[in-house]
């Protein structure tokens, strides 16, 4: 944290009004609206209040927040509460996902094989218990099982070219009644199925060496025959939410009433609201929903031509399924107006490294480069930026909208743990990535825009 003699002397001179033009704002705007700037990115900055993000953490911790659960929808009741407090017309939007539980038993016996296996389940994975005689069929493409008989059979299957849950319908179709699925690549791998599906057969997934040794023993002895016993998986629909806290245009509002079309620039702040099971999850991501709820709190009397959306995501943990619900529902007219998404997530731990922005593709865009100008003028220095695609700026990302997440890195050594509590918080870090963020913000609102 490199912030102490950047941020007092930045602080003072906006104080005092004498802040020299950036370029591009004495190109585009008079010395009145450069001073009426400065003057609101000061008050911007002194707004915020790392007390208020504390105490918001503090309210959405005090226990496991898993989506779908009753506990979430308290922690989606809250955020709304707030949003509406500081005057926000707020929209709850549902959606159904699938809730899979991993089996506690996995089981896989070979007539006459003396190595020892470690079989793992494939997510989604049905529970069951089959035996019959195994029979290798390739990669499990349709023209190798073509004079294949699998009925009643357990199919061996190589991974690779075509994805796990077409490996499986094809030998399903073929009438096999398990599968065996085995590594192309040294190392452990986690593999998918794709979604629940119950007219799945039981499956368990072998390393390389452990597929080559038991093709060897397949090849020695052609009928060799096999059991699976998969219990404890299931799966059930649940429900979460979304979030959406929505900052009009200044120069809209009377025409919104009106319900006149919109046609200015839009941002989006996020943040994950659910967290694990068994983590009350104060930093992730607690600290990035209060925080997204904070700068919706300074900006609202903000004035500025740029529609801002403030949302929490709900079900992340389950594999971004908040923020890809909301992406899918966009129309083709919000993609093409939302010029960034700032998206924080694990914001707040005083056992991380340092604030890093991570993109899908590992380049910079418009949210990075704002961010690094941002961390410049507070820090002195400009944030790093990295490849990730593990939080809810990926789906805005793959729709081509610039996005960024803001994370520190590495991960405290109670990342999805019950030891992830308010204790845990800095609020130093809170109010450094606030500032940064709000910063960046105001300047690309400048840009959106010219202030008024």
Avoid: C
């Amino acid at each position: 944290m490199k912030k102490s003699i950047f941020k007092v002397i930045f602080v003072a001179i906006l104080a005092l009004g004498t802040v020299a033009p950036i370029a591009t704002l004495a190109t585009h705007y008079t010395s009145t609206q450069v001073e009426k700037s400065v003057n609101l990115e000061n008050t911007i900055l002194q707004t915020i209040d790392s007390d208020s993000m504390f105490n918001n953490i503090k309210f959405l911790s005090k226990s496991p927040r898993v989506a779908g659960t009753e506990q979430e929808d308290d922690a989606v009741a809250y955020i709304k509460k707030n949003f509406e407090s500081y005057g926000y017309k707020t929209e709850v939007q549902a959606f159904t996902f699938t809730d899979y539980t991993a089996p506690h038993t996995i089981k896989l016996s070979i007539d006459r094989f003396t190595k020892s296996l470690d079989p793992q389940a494939l997510e989604y994975s049905i529970s069951g218990q089959v035996s019959g005689e195994i029979v290798t069929a390739g990669l499990g493409k349709v023209e190798e099982l073509q004079y294949l008989n699998l009925t009643g059979k357990i199919a061996l299957l190589e991974r690779g070219e075509i994805s796990f849950n077409d490996k499986m319908s094809n030998v399903i179709a073929k009438g096999a009644v398990g599968v065996i699925f085995y590594n192309n690549v040294p190392g452990i791998i986690m593999g998918s199925l794709g979604e629940v599906n119950k007219a799945l057969v039981p499956a368990v997934l072998l390393t390389e060496a452990e597929g080559d040794e038991l093709v060897k023993h397949i090849n020695k002895k052609p009928i060799t025959h096999a059991s699976i016993t998969i219990k404890g998986s299931k799966s059930q629909k649940n429900i979460s939410h979304n979030v959406i806290a929505t900052k009009m245009p200044t120069s809209n509002l009377k025409q919104v009433n009106k319900s006149s079309k919109i046609d200015k620039d839009i941002i989006v702040i996020s943040a994950h609201h659910d967290s694990v099971a068994g983590a009350p999850g104060a930093n992730d991501n607690a600290s990035g929903a209060a925080m997204t709820l904070e700068l919706s709190r300074v900006m609202k009397n903000i004035p500025s031509e740029t529609e801002i959306r403030f949302i929490t995501f709900g079900a992340e943990e389950f594999g971004l399924l908040g923020s890809t619900h909301y992406v899918a529902n966009l129309t083709k007219d919000e993609i093409s107006r939302i010029s960034a998404n700032f998206n924080l997530d694990m914001v707040g731990s005083k056992d991380a490294g340092e604030l890093i922005l991570q993109t899908a593709d590992g380049k910079q865009n418009l949210v990075t480069q704002q961010a690094q100008a941002a961390s410049t003028k507070l820090n002195g220095e400009p944030t790093p930026v990295n490849q990730g695609d593990r939080s809810d700026h990926v789906p805005f990302a793959n729709v081509g909208i610039p996005s960024a997440l803001f994370i520190h890195n590495p991960a405290e050594p109670w990342y999805h743990k019950p030891e992830d509590k308010i204790d845990k918080i800095s609020k130093e870090k809170l109010q450094d990535v606030a500032e940064i963020v709000s910063i960046a913000l105001w300047n690309q609102i400048r840009i959106d825009h010219q202030v008024k």
